[in-house]
């Protein structure tokens, strides 16, 4: 079965990013909210993001609210912060495969890839 998941590594601090709202949009056409979570104490969601029959081919973003949480962790962060919601674009081809998008971020930068 299919599914798309996401977790947040916090590299200036060393450890997973807990409390971190994640939104998803469905970006074909008008984009639509599909949900909005929160990352637990090990930085995932918990429950994916989109599996089975709700997870189609198409373009999707998900929205790291990390500004807010790096505020929260009591990090030296400007007004506005320099990296305030973090946008990815994903495109998921096959609705069988597993599409894991974690997030490496600190206050100053971020880096993703399609994880396993």
């Known amino acids: 079965m299919g599914q798309l998941t996401t977790h947040i590594l916090d590299t ?10 994640v939104e998803l949009f469905a970006m074909d056409g008008v984009p639509v909210k599909l949900l909005e979570t929160r990352t637990n104490r090990d930085g995932r969601c918990d429950a994916p993001l989109l599996s089975g029959a709700a997870l189609r081919p198409g373009r999707y973003q998900l929205v ?8 929260a962790q009591g990090l030296p962060v400007a007004d ?6 973090v946008p990815l674009a994903v495109g998921i081809a096959d609705a069988q495969a597993h599409y894991h998008v974690p997030l490496l971020v600190s206050p100053w930068s971020y880096a993703t890839y399609r994880g396993s």
Do not use: I
Not at 80 to 85: G, I, K, R, S, T
């Open 64 to 71: 790291f609210h990390v500004g807010d949480y790096f505020a």
């Open 80 to 85: 506005p912060p320099f990296l305030d919601q």
């Open 12 to 21: 200036a601090q060393g450890r997973p990013a807990a409390d971190v709202r």
